[in-house]
């Protein structure tokens, strides 16, 4: 632990200066301006890989964004980890709220302001960082294999047909992700499970072109007002969403279960006080740890028709839309509820309009194992780089990799995220806490050095 | 009615021409970007005014878009005509669905495609020809008053103080205005009444960031879908308006007005086939004249929230905003109404979110005699022109201005519009029957003849 604590220390400027150039990319996948900007962002992880001592390193062509390869092999006899990350972001809108420019990083007290800051560049170079620090100090315990790939903002819609490709190159005893949130430094906590999801579009379409609001309002269906009242009636007065069979398949926890959930720190005032909220909003009868963690939910990522400029416009809109995703829970499939939702939408639209709905994506939802070696390893390399033994809590988010892993390579994955629910992940102004980079560095050795030792 | 015919004929090519420049300038009221646009269209119909033969023409500066005005005094014995249009536009997108660009005019089969070409660079043009024809011809029979202001479009906010700071000047026995529509050139119709207007603009504030919809989702109000909850709710099963105390001033028509209001010819099959729509939609107990014309009514002009770029991104957004409107109908007001509206809207906020309610513009309802000499001249100027005797009707559109006039000035109006509920008004693809413009061109004269006639 001291050698490894030395070593951060001697090149903490250096991890940071490196962090600040892959920051610098707006490795937006979402959107295909940034096209070139993405492709050079897997060139310069490549890069990175191969001088921290990575060999085989390779940009692999994808129908989509490139996956970035690099491995280690040490000894076949030893256990091998498949560390997984996203060089991919989120889009910087709305740009106008960013206190500095999202892809111009900037330090203020000890945290770095930049969209990927956590989510995830910050947390997948802190592996790359850990592993030189293991080739430097010759202190690799085990084989290790980076898989860095470019659409995980996007679904990773071609990760999939990658891993089916190359299960031989990617065989691995675990895989470790940093891409999920602590409770705090003080309070260090490991995510036991996470969310799948279901990603739609809506369109409605009422008359078949922008009317004039005093010529034809009140005699027309206005599609920006029926949007809304199927909107609104996706939740019932409990806040339960009320699409036929959504709950059906919903793994409902243990009173024991439940309440070791609960255990975990949380202060409702706080909660408030962060968000700027007066009051918290929610389904009927859990708390706000089981809400978004155990409790599968609907919402509204986007909405828009009509006129939305500057002033007034008396119009009465063709169309409007809506973005709309749900997150799923043990043992919801996305690919069902998916159905589930359109055939229900489509059920409850008025003949006096006409709805569309477009599927963008989704993934299933994971709950890992407690009991496992990788799990205990993480545990133990947590408890000893900050002193105290990690929390197990469950993801609000999602990774939808994590069950393919499960599914095609057949091993099970250990989510150690060093990042802050207050991290600002998809919103303006986000931010990683330099103390959380330089831990999650220390702590990563920790992990693969226990991990072998219990693989014995 | 031959001269007049004869002259027409004559100059159509050069009217057509005149129009054509007219609608090429971008003259967007709403939008900031084309000040310099709506300036120069000001001056350009000042200079066509001056052409035709009018004194005293004049662009009168106003805190906002300045007013046109231009005036024939052939002797103060006379009745005097006030004739009211507006030179700006509406904003023309979606740009997309244009099939030719809105500020270069088109013609096809008989129609000019341009923004404007009807509401109202089209018809108040056709004042200004008529105005030409009947000075070359010798034939202006009363006084002649020319008031084309430039902010309709964005609520005429400063055409009242203008009016009222300008009584003398804008003395008059009747307002004449060509600015609505009429049922056909077959079943010419005057309107009798126009719908008043509370234009509001909404905006829902849920957590004071943008969030990650799974980290925070299922635990903190979105104000997307709070937002479609509220809007939802402002209609019931039978689309009544729920706002409180909403209905209370509507007047309520008898039996026989009821009747003879749906005398006017509707035809409901192609009514939907030119929407587009299946079925239609309204306030139950109405008809479809009805809905549009006698009944307040209230719409959202446009919706927005949350991501609405391409692709997919998971956020909770922190803020959703709506433009609403309500028609109002005699003897609702729009400042009470406007009242009503913010009063109820804050009431059903939950304690979730915060409601923020702007009201942007309004104006009143008004009903026009129709046993005035000035809505018989109309008459006969119609039936003369048309061969057939317009049928009253009610406008579902607004024109705020037609009560201050009533208000300030002391005169009613007459609406001698010569649209068409087709023209696609505030829509894209605006267009204007050449066959309406010269005939309109044709009627205007002789209702100046009858005014002036049934006024000795």
């Given at each position: ?242 699409i036929p069979g959504f709950y059906d398949d919903v793994l409902s926890l243990t009173d024991d279960e439940r309440a070791s ?196």
């Amino acid at each position: 632990m001291q050698n490894i604590k030395q070593y951060v220390e001697e090149n903490k400027q250096r991890f940071l200066n490196e962090l600040v150039e892959l920051l610098k990319f707006p490795s937006i996948s979402a959107d295909p301006q940034y096209k070139n900007d993405v492709l050079k962002t897997a060139e310069f992880v490549a890069e990175k890989l191969k001088e921290a001592g990575a060999d085989n390193v390779e940009v692999c062509p994808t129908a989509g964004y490139p996956i970035v390869y690099g491995e280690k092999i040490i000894d076949a006899s030893k256990p091998t980890v498949l560390v997984y990350g996203h060089y991919d972001v989120q889009p910087a809108d709305p740009l106008e709220v960013w206190k500095t420019s999202p892809f111009e990083p900037v330090i203020r007290d000890g945290k770095i302001f930049a969209r990927g800051a956590c989510d995830d560049k910050g947390q997948f170079y802190m592996h790359v960082k850990a592993f030189e620090l293991m080739i430097n100090s010759n202190s690799l315990p085990c084989n290790i294999k980076f898989m860095i790939e470019g659409e995980e903002e996007v679904g990773s819609s071609n990760l999939g047909v990658f891993v089916k490709e190359n299960t031989e190159r990617l065989k691995a005893d675990v895989v470790l992700i940093s891409d999920t949130s602590m409770i705090s430094l003080e309070n260090p906590s490991l995510e036991t499970g996470l969310r799948g999801l279901s990603y739609l579009e809506v369109e409605v379409t009422g008359p078949n072109r922008d009317l004039h609001s005093g010529v034809y309002g009140g005699a027309v269906a206005n599609p920006a007002t029926i949007l809304c009242q199927l909107i609104a009636s996706l939740h019932d007065k409990n806040n339960h969403v009320t699409i036929p069979g959504f709950y059906d398949d919903v793994l409902s926890l243990t009173d024991d279960e439940r309440a070791s959930l609960n255990n975990a720190p949380y202060n409702e005032d706080e909660y408030k006080k962060d968000l700027g909220v007066d009051a918290l909003w929610g389904e009927q009868g859990y708390s706000t740890i089981e809400r978004t963690g155990i409790r599968p939910t609907l919402e509204v990522n986007g909405i828009w028709g009509g006129y939305i400029g500057e002033g007034a416009k008396t119009v009465l809109p063709s169309k409007a839309s809506a973005k709309i995703s749900m997150r799923l829970v043990p043992n919801q499939h996305s690919d069902r509820i998916t159905e589930l939702f359109t055939k229900h939408f489509n059920n409850i639209a008025p003949d006096y309009v006409k709805v569309n709905v477009k599927a963008h994506h989704g993934g299933e939802p994971v709950v890992t194992p407690t009991d496992s070696i990788a799990y205990k390893a993480a545990e133990k390399a947590i408890e000893e780089a900050f002193g105290k033994k990690p929390i197990p809590t469950r993801g609000g988010g999602s990774i939808p990799i994590v069950a393919l892993f499960e599914e095609v390579l057949g091993i099970k994955t250990v989510l150690m995220g060093f990042g802050l629910d207050s991290d600002n992940l998809h919103s303006p102004n986000e931010k990683y806490d330099l103390a959380n980079y330089y831990k999650g560095i220390e702590t990563i050795p920790l992990f693969h050095k226990y991990y072998a030792e219990l693989s014995l």
